[in-house]
């Protein structure tokens, strides 16, 4: 059974940073791509962040280039989401995701609120 566990989230000053990690198990995490997405309230599911399998392959979504960056541990089976100078607009429920492009299996989310 694939199991995906977010956490991390919580609440931010604007300008802050958060590093989320998502826990993998019931699969081989190694071989398979990854990614975020978030759904904040009120709105569909935003696709984040993905990256390949290796970790050597990674985009990100516009709205958040430059201030945020996914990343992997293979040997941890862990997924990873550095979160710089967030906005109000970054409130939501994060999510990990087997698959690229956000359209796989995904876990329980942590919720991350920046709010002053």
């Known amino acids: 059974e694939v199991q995906l566990q977010a956490s991390g989230g919580g609440l931010v000053q604007p300008g802050g940073s958060l590093r989320l990690s998502c826990a993998a198990s019931?699969?081989?995490?190694?071989?398979?791509?990854m990614s975020w997405l978030r759904q904040a309230p009120g709105k569909g599911p935003e696709w984040v962040s993905g990256?390949?399998?290796?970790?050597?392959?990674?985009y990100a979504a516009d709205s958040v280039k430059g201030r945020f960056t996914i990343s992997r541990d293979n040997a941890k089976n862990t997924l990873y989401l550095r979160m710089n100078s967030l906005k109000p607009e970054d409130t939501a429920v994060y999510y990990c995701?087997?698959?690229?492009?956000?359209?796989?299996?995904r876990g329980q989310g942590t919720l991350v609120t920046v709010s002053s």
């Open positions: 990256i390949n399998s290796g970790g050597g392959r990674t």
């Open positions: 019931g699969f081989t995490f190694r071989n398979y791509d």
């Open positions: 995701a087997k698959s690229f492009n956000g359209l796989g299996p």
